[in-house]
């Protein structure tokens, strides 16, 4: 049988590393492209890589996520996360590949207080969701057999080399500092790590699934129980207290509850996420590895 070949795009972001990775281990011929390689705003390009190199399979995974300097850039934003997935979407259609593209739990408004299924009525509160909803709606408008999978919170351990990182690694930054740590909680998400993301993402395309899926980490937890846990697992103990939207403001409003729930994926066969505790577990072991290898 003929080996399948995957394309993945944003293939140096915390999911992209672990996307090339499980594809590699599920015997798939992985293109890893990264914005260097590839910008996937540049329609030209998307159209000339994904019509010459014969792939079955194109995974979107770059974004433009910082979600408060998109309300101060939102064309950027929406470039990236709705145009971007426009030129993939109509690449995909000339070729005939499939397309499995991420979005967010932002693109909801997080009034439901409980998690979000997949027939809930998106309603983002910024710039951000709303160009991650229309990135959904391109993928749609252009393909009938796209994944569309919703996430929350990512964490990964190529987060530690990346730019933004993610929240695990603000957490260990801010510990570092002498200084006490405000974390919010009265919002709550469900944190979702990125190699087991991968995995299930992997799981879905042998299963031939398609349309809007939720794959956030399982359960809902506010984010400064959230950083309760990672310490706790880290062993540290810095000081931290709890805050509130009141009296923590940021650019961009977010959504107060925006777990999702997994009910669908599940019932169509996808695996459980792990445990948060697990899931964080692994997490700091991979750093720990990755530090002693850079130093040995
Ligand atoms: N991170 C989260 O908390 C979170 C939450 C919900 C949903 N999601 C979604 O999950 C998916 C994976 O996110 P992630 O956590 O892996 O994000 P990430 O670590 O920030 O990776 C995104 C990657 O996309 C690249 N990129 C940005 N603009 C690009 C462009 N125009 N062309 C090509 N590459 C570009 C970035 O490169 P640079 O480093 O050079 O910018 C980065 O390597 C995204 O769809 C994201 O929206 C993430």
Redesign the pocket.
Known sequence: MQQQKVLV????????VELCRVFEQRGFSVER???QS????DRERVEQVIATRGANLVI??????QVDIAEQEPLAAF???AL?VRNLALACRQSGARLV??????VFDGCKGSAYVETDTPHPLGAYGVS?LAGELYAQAYLEDALIL???????P??AA???G??VETMLRLARRDQPIRVLADHLGSP?Y?PALAERTADMVAKGLSGVYHMGGGNAISWYKFAELIFELAGLSPVLEPTDERQYRTPARRPKYSALSNQKAEAAGIPAMPPLREAVTAYLDARRQAVTLQSS
């Open positions: 795009f944003g293939g140096r972001g915390q999911l992209g492209y990264d914005r590839l910008d996937v705003t979107n995974s770059a974004a433009y996520n470039e990236a996360n971007a593209t991420y979005s967010t739990d932002y991650k919703r996430t929350s919170g990512v964490f990964g190529a987060g990346t730019a933004r993610n929240f979702t990125a």
